[in-house]
Antibody, heavy 122, light 110 residues
Framework: EVQLVESGGGLVQPGGSLRLSCATS????????MVWVRQAPGKGLEWVSY????????FYTESVKGRFLISRDNAKNSLYLQMNSLRGEDTSVYYC???????????????WGQGTLVTVSS | QSALTQPASVSGSPEQSITISCTGS?????????VSWYQQYPGKAPKLIIY???KRPSGVSNRFSGSKSGNTASLTISGLQAEDEADYYC??????????FGGGTKLTVL
């Protein structure tokens, strides 16, 4: 059974840092690209970042460029999101998600974690 | 990258059909066949219900169908059931190698 479990969320002050983790199981993690998606309270989904299977190719949404860093450890089957210089608008539930191999371009997300809440507030 | 445009809410009676539109641009929806739709219940993670514009993952009811014309994609739910009441999001891969989601549509089953 495929499982994605996020952790590391919490309350942080503006300007602070936080590192999210996503522990995976039930599939060959090293073969899959991965993404982070977030959802502000009462708002819609927003794609945040992408990493390819080797960690060599990274993409970010404009609002987090230079502040967030996505990474992975294939030996630990884990995905990470280092978030620095956090702002109030970063307050969201953060989901890790796996692109679907059934999608011809692996451009849809078939498995999601339960999410971890990040609250940026003084 | 601006969010894709979806109606904020739609409603329908049981057994009726509804359609949710998702309008983007030639840089996203119109560029590829990589449009997907997600169903989300309050407090839960999104669930993939349509990918590659028209395809359904295993286990998803055939009451859900997708289509696309130009820069607008659509999700149709036929034979509405009470359990379909949820939020629905479209998503598209973009020419910038990023993804963009719609603002979400709240479906109410009357």
């Amino acid at each position: 059974e495929v499982q994605l479990v996020e952790s590391g969320g919490g309350l942080v002050q503006p300007g602070g840092s936080l590192r999210l983790s996503c522990a995976t199981s039930g599939f060959t993690f090293s073969n899959f690209e991965m993404v982070w998606v977030r959802q502000a309270p009462g708002k819609g989904l927003e794609w945040v970042s992408y990493i390819d299977s080797t960690g060599d190719t990274l993409f970010y949404t404009e609002s987090v460029k230079g502040r967030f860093l996505i990474s992975r450890d294939n030996a630990k089957n884990s995905l990470y999101l280092q978030m620095n210089s956090l702002r109030g608008e970063d307050t969201s539930v953060y989901y890790c998600a796996r692109p679907s191999p059934d999608s011809s371009g692996w451009r849809a997300f078939d498995y999601w974690g339960q999410g971890t809440l990040v609250t940026v507030s003084s | 990258q601006s969010a894709l445009t979806q109606p904020a809410s739609v409603s329908g009676s049981p057994e009726q059909s509804i359609t949710i539109s998702c309008t983007g641009s030639s840089s996203d929806v119109g560029a590829y066949k990589f449009v997907s739709w997600y169903q989300q219940y309050p407090g839960k993670a999104p669930k993939l219900i349509i990918y590659d514009v028209t395809k359904r993952p295993s286990g998803v009811s055939n009451r859900f169908s997708g289509s696309k014309s130009g820069n607008t994609a659509s999700l149709t739910i036929s034979g509405l059931q009470a359990e379909d009441e949820a939020d629905y999001y479209c998503s598209s891969y973009t020419r910038s190698s990023t993804w963009v989601f719609g603002g979400g549509t709240k479906l109410t089953v009357l």
